[in-house]
């Protein structure tokens, strides 16, 4: 059963950090990406990371800020979320494909996703 299962959001405030996790099982997933959605607002992308190179990319706004990184071991991808402002808030989505993709960015381009986990910054 192929499955991405998202924990770690929750109530902070401006400034805090957070790391969200995304447990995967089912399949050997290649590349991940994190997406998030803010209400009201078009589902974004956030960051992504390849298998075999371990090539990263970050939307512009997390850049500095935000670092993905998976536990090939543990089947687990990660999102550590520093200096967080309150326009992070959002549901934030992990996202899985099974080859090494090229458009990291583009919804389109990961075939499993997560349900979401909700990540709130006050100010």
């Known amino acids: 059963q192929v499955q991405l299962l998202e924990s770690g959001g929750r109530l902070v405030q401006t400034g805090d950090s957070l790391r969200l996790s995304c447990a995967a099982s089912g399949r050997t997933y290649i590349s991940y990406g994190w997406f998030r959605q803010a209400p009201g607002q078009e589902r974004e992308f956030v960051a992504s990371?390849?298998?075999?190179?371990?090539?990263?990319r970050y939307a512009d706004f997390v850049k500095g800020r935000f670092t993905i990184s998976r536990d090939n071991a543990e089947n687990t991808l990660y999102l550590q979320m520093n200096s967080l402002k309150p326009e992070d808030t959002a549901v934030y989505y992990c996202?899985?494909?099974?080859?090494?993709?090229?458009?990291?960015?583009?919804?389109?381009?990961?075939?499993?996703w997560g349900q979401g986990t909700q990540v709130t910054v006050s100010s």
């Open positions: 990371i390849r298998g075999g190179d371990g090539y990263t």
């Open positions: 996202a899985a494909a099974l080859r090494r993709l090229t458009a990291l960015d583009k919804q389109g381009s990961y075939v499993y």
